[in-house]
């Protein structure tokens, strides 16, 4: 009860204070499961590997929503000709975020409706999970009304965040196999597919990566969606169980590709208009 009570932004700060205290530094700060985080994580440094060989110069890059730092900890070595900032609502996370001393990262308190910055100032947006803790729609909208905001024209959002089909469509399969639902978490909204897109379409355009490397990178949208049929359908089916993250049997069944829709979180590359 004590949760309805509360604005949704302090529901957010509390949740991630809990966070902070638990986690601290570590990679399970924004998600528990390790095959997801990495995945969602050589994602962006993939996207931006790519975008770099197309351009040379140094690129100005803004991880909105960046927790406790840790992915721009990786950035930040792996891609040292880039300026990279990171904001976040939370100054429990930030704090730990800027106990890393990463000299090339600007950290700083923000508000992912209500951007600080100037218009036209990034290359390169990305967003884990981030406008899915908005939890009002038409403020979700906001947000991503400010990415592209502050975008270059021409840059690119990278949009890693979580869809009520692919959660949909993984309960579906759940009902099959006598499961019961998943629900979202008391902090986080989904995007409803249609209602995005008749927004997104005004802002951005639908972009694709040519990757020269070998092997190619699958940019798949729903790039968890067989994991997640593996760790969420398959896995408690057979154990009767519930949802085991970082079991086994799901790692083993990690290699197979992205088939279907079954995954609510989902990676959407984005071209500003």
Known sequence: MAELEMTHDEVILQHYREVAEKYGDSSRSSMEDDFVRGKEIEWIENTLRVLQESHPASLNVLDLGCGNGFVLQLLAKTHPSCHFWGVDFSEDLLSI?????????????????????????FDLVYTERCLINILDPTEQIAGLREIARVLKPGGYYLMIECFTDGLQNNNKARADCGLPLIK????????????????????FTAAELSDSAAPPFPFHNNFLSSYYFVSRVLYPSITKGEVARNSEVAKFFSFLPPVGNYSPIQALLWKRV
Do not use: T, W
Request: glycine share 2%.
């Open 184 to 203: 979202e978490a008391y902090h986080n909204k989904y995007f409803e597919k249609a209602a995005f897109l008749n927004v997104i379409k005004d802002l």
């Open 97 to 121: 975020a800027r106990d890393r001393n990463l000299p090339d990262v600007n950290f700083s308190r923000g508000d992912a409706r209500r951007l600080s910055f100037v218009d036209e100032q």
